[in-house]
């Protein structure tokens, strides 16, 4: 049996996480709280495999509470429960050690699937917030010269051109154009402004 428990503010939320776990025979609910306060120590007295953690609650929300978490007990598997896909709460929450991460309005059979996979040692995370993550570790990668030469490259500025805005050698703007692409993966400046431009990381030049 694989011991879970809740962690979520949400008094129906719980009562439905409660009712899909009891109904999968390889799930056993060994606890629930309403907050994040005493987190840790709930953790160690009911000793779950995989804990569903909500990640918006008042007081202690679901990054203060994961934290606290993963200070007495770093090795625990948590699934993340929320009704966002914010970037920032992504970013943080799997760099914290989350090993799931869920929208609330996903089916029973979702959950118990991310129950199952972060408890076999996997992780469970949506394709779209897989996205998010990533374009966020590429931003946070970025030195702030790079962050400067894309934007003036999405600008529509040649190589020559951003040399002279910024001050530096043409040669050092081949050298960050080089870095980029590498880092968004991408063969040329076309593919690396749309990039660029899909994930956020600057603005939509057709837009303005």
């Keep these: 049996m694989i011991r879970v428990a809740i962690i979520d503010d949400h008094y129906v939320v719980r009562v439905g996480l409660k009712t899909i776990i009891e109904m999968d025979d390889e799930l056993e609910l060994v606890g629930?709280?309403?907050?994040?306060?005493?987190?840790?120590?709930f953790i160690l007295t009911t000793k779950p495999d995989?804990?569903?953690?909500?990640?918006?609650?008042?007081g202690k929300d679901g990054i203060e509470t994961l934290e606290s978490i993963m200070t007495v007990k770093p090795s625990q598997k948590v699934v993340m429960l929320t009704t966002s896909d914010a970037d920032d709460e992504v970013y943080r929450a799997l760099n914290l050690g989350a090993r799931g991460y869920l929208l609330k309005d996903r089916d029973s059979d979702a959950i118990c699937k991310a129950v199952k996979a972060v408890n076999a040692?996997?992780?469970?995370?949506?394709?779209?917030?897989?996205?998010?993550?990533?374009?966020?570790?590429?931003?946070?990668?970025?030195?702030?010269r790079e962050r400067e030469v894309l934007e003036l490259v999405a600008d529509g500025l040649t190589n020559d051109d951003v040399a002279k805005r910024l001050g530096i050698s043409y040669e050092s703007v081949k050298v960050h154009m080089k870095h980029l692409l590498f880092?968004?993966?991408?063969?040329?400046?076309?593919?690396?402004?749309?990039?660029a431009m899909r994930g956020g990381f600057v603005k939509d030049v057709s837009a303005k």
């Design 183 to 195: 880092k968004f993966d991408v063969h040329d400046r076309t593919e690396l402004v749309s990039l």
């Design 121 to 144: 040692g996997g992780k469970f995370i949506p394709e779209a917030v897989r996205e998010i993550y990533q374009r966020r570790q590429m931003m946070t990668d970025l030195t702030p």
């Design 32 to 41: 629930e709280a309403a907050s994040g306060e005493g987190a840790a120590a």
């Design 50 to 58: 995989v804990l569903l953690l909500d990640i918006r609650m008042p």
